[in-house]
């Protein structure tokens, strides 16, 4: 997925160029690497990597696939364009020579460009079709069959304010026919297929690290035999979140402004608007209708090292817990950390990023300088700010160990107050896999802010891991558990502090830092590493996280006057 935030141009130029190395080594891996370590399991069938298979054939072993489908939430101006190419390789079989029998590939892409606003009333589709093949050269012969497909397209608008679209990209194989067997289906296929998307102007948002608003859209995405991959963002990009919370309520329209230094590259000024009040839900007793019992286990690790400890792992059986029961010792995993307050309404209440304004934050964007608060709510505020967004954890696999552990590293830095992590994952028996770097049994991931103060004593209990820490070693018993899990680090930063004055004063102020990173288990080189810093609030707090880079959080608080 790539995104530009320039104006509505024409598009012009390659916007794939960029990300095409990373998919090549991916498109080629199971071609031009085969066969090395035939032993290995995942070498036994040639090319297994996005394969998508002639329906007739995925009829008759339906542990294959025929299509797959894309989703992701992005924001595009109304005159944005798409642009999406589908690549694949398509098997040609070689014969004679002095070379034995074999089949070969060829580099095939169908490119689909489209105004968004085209896509919002219904599903658009685009056939495509590869002509059979076949010529002799040198005493070679070599042919290719024919290959039928489709991408389907749609654009969903969400609810919310934000303005934010789901894509749904499907791309489909439809070559007719009958096959032999799998090495007979494979020339009729559409080997290593992948598909590059692309906004001009517009941006996608990250599927591990979403803003905070975005979260619930980002989760009710389906991807089925693909997952998207920011691959052209920025190296680095910040976050901020702004709340002005007062005990005043305003006059009038509620009308307020944090005016910022000019070395973040926003404008003079970001707006704090007031949200609009949330409908009430009724209340009923009893459970909902439709509601099921929860299926399926959630095995819970916990600890750096090369193994897990004893007891491990804590198994919750969902199926054998009676409905709205809360499963044993699940409280006590999930209350041992004190989070900061953030304030989310009062009489006098306004936010950023918002419906109205929720642009990006450069990447080269800098908190350091002047910040003013101005609202018809709130006295006038004002601090100055001297630590910079935190720089990049870094976050990465930094190998595996013959046992299948998986060692990983991440990038100190002297103002963090401590690092922690966690990780999501699942197995094929349904079963939820989750794991904490803390020495206890967590069920609530530590990935907010915490203040300095309970960061030290959360080290003291095992919970965080020290500053001066490094490394820590993801067991073989969770790799084994769940070998695709989605890992997260955080490391907690400072928190500044301002006041009109040292006693009864009119409104304070505070800053919190945070930098955090993701990466899936296994795809290192293809994570998408998060920091987030500062945040003046006016009453703050941290939240956010980005994609690719450094982390911020402005979050300005402002006393209840």
Known sequence: MTGRPSSGATPTGDPFASVREVADALLYEGYVLYPYRA??????????????????????????RSGNQTEMVFEADADATLRVRTRFLHAQHRTGGDQPEWDEAVDRQVDVQVPIAELSAQV??????????AGDSAGVHREARAIAGAIAIGVTELPGPFGARRLTVSVENRTAGSFRGRDDALRSALVAAHTFCALEPGRFLSMTDPPEWAALDVAGCRNDGTWPVLGSAPSVMHT??????????????????????????????????????????KETNGLPPGYEKPKGRMLIYWGCGEHAGAGQPTVIDFSKLAAGQVPPGMAAMANFARTAKVPHTAPGFGEWPNNKDHRPVPASGSLIGQHKVEGNYSPPIGFTLAQDFMPALNLRQAGSLPSGAARLAWTTSVTATGYALVMFGGNGS???VMWSSAKSAATTPLLDYLPPAEVKRLI??????APNVSECTLPAEVAKASPAGMIMGIGYGPEANFAEAPKAPKWVAKARYKTTASLMLGMPDMSEMQGEPAQPNNQPQPKKKKKFGL???????????
């Open 240 to 281: 901020i979140d702004l709340k002005l919370a007062s005990r005043t309520k305003p006059a009038a329209a509620p009308e307020a402004n944090h005016l910022i230094p000019p070395g973040l590259q926003m404008g003079p000024r970001l707006p704090l608007i007031t949200p609009a009040a949330p409908k009430p839900v």
């Open 430 to 432: 349904g079963d939820v």
């Open 124 to 133: 658009r589709e685009w056939p495509f079709a590869v002509d059979a093949e």
């Open 460 to 465: 003291g209990t095992g919970h965080v891991l």
């Open 551 to 561: 982390g911020d959080l402005l979050q300005g608080a402002v006393p209840h006057p």
């Open 39 to 64: 032993s290995s399991g995942k070498n036994t069938n040639r090319w297994q990597f996005g394969v998508l298979m002639p329906p007739g054939y995925v009829a008759d072993d339906p542990s294959e």
